[in-house]
Antibody, heavy 124, light 111 residues
């Protein structure tokens, strides 16, 4: 079945770095745009970043721009999120989510499959 | 403050119908961008409930329905059941922010 599995979360000090991964299976990963979305404990959802199906287009939320980098390896069916200069306010559950239509980034696409999430805690 | 505004909570008795509003503006819901709805059960990842304003993915009961008008959208749950207790989020795209955006979420309680 279609599945996304995140990994790489953990506890890090402010200013530190982490690299999250999202392993995809059950669908043609190279045909789909995939996003990162985060959720702070007990709070709502916040869009973080998106990488197009071929990796040529990448967009970021204002709160992470310049600090986070999204990348993908279609040969390994993997999406990554390199997080640098981490802040306490980056503490959240991080989800990867694929969109419901293949091809280029469409701003009206829905997130039809989500991973189970990986927790990132930034604490002194 | 979320770009899309949802009531923090709604409640209803089993079998009743509840609606959740999602209010935005001209740069998101009021533009050409679709609205989607997600259900998040406690301790789990969000699940797509309604896409493209009104469409249900396969497996989602027809008790759930979505609509969009002007700068607002709504999710209706009819025949409320105990396992509908969850958080519900609307989502769209905002052209002014160049960002995908979510509502703050609505907790549905079955009395």
């Amino acid at each position: 079945q279609v599945q996304l599995v995140e990994s790489g979360g953990g506890v890090v000090q402010p200013g530190g770095s982490l690299r999250l991964s999202c392993a995809a299976s059950g669908f043609t990963f190279s045909a789909y745009t995939v996003h990162w979305v985060r959720q702070t404990p007990g709070k709502g959802l916040e869009w973080v970043a998106v990488g197009s199906y071929d990796g040529s287009y990448k967009y970021y939320g204002d709160s992470v721009k310049g600090r986070f980098t999204i990348s993908r390896d279609n040969s390994k069916n993997t999406l990554n999120l390199q997080m640098n200069s981490l802040r306490v306010e980056d503490t959240a559950m991080y989800y990867c989510a694929k969109v419901n239509h293949g091809g280029n980034i469409d701003r009206s696409d829905a997130f039809d499959v989500w991973g189970q999430g990986t927790m990132v805690t930034v604490s002194p | 403050q979320s770009v899309l505004t949802q009531p923090p909570s709604v409640s209803g008795a089993p079998g009743q119908r509840v609606t959740i509003s999602c209010t935005g503006g001209r740069s998101n819901i009021g533009s050409t961008y679709d609205v989607h709805w997600y259900q998040q059960l406690p301790g789990t990842a969000p699940k797509l409930l309604i896409y493209g304003n009104t469409n249900r993915p396969s497996g989602v009961p027809d008790r759930f329905s979505g609509s969009k008008s002007g700068t607002s959208a709504s999710l209706a749950i009819s025949g409320l059941q105990a396992d509908d207790e969850a958080d519900y989020y609307c989502q769209s795209y905002d052209s002014s922010l160049s960002s995908w955006v979510f509502g703050g979420g609505t907790k549905v309680t079955v009395l």
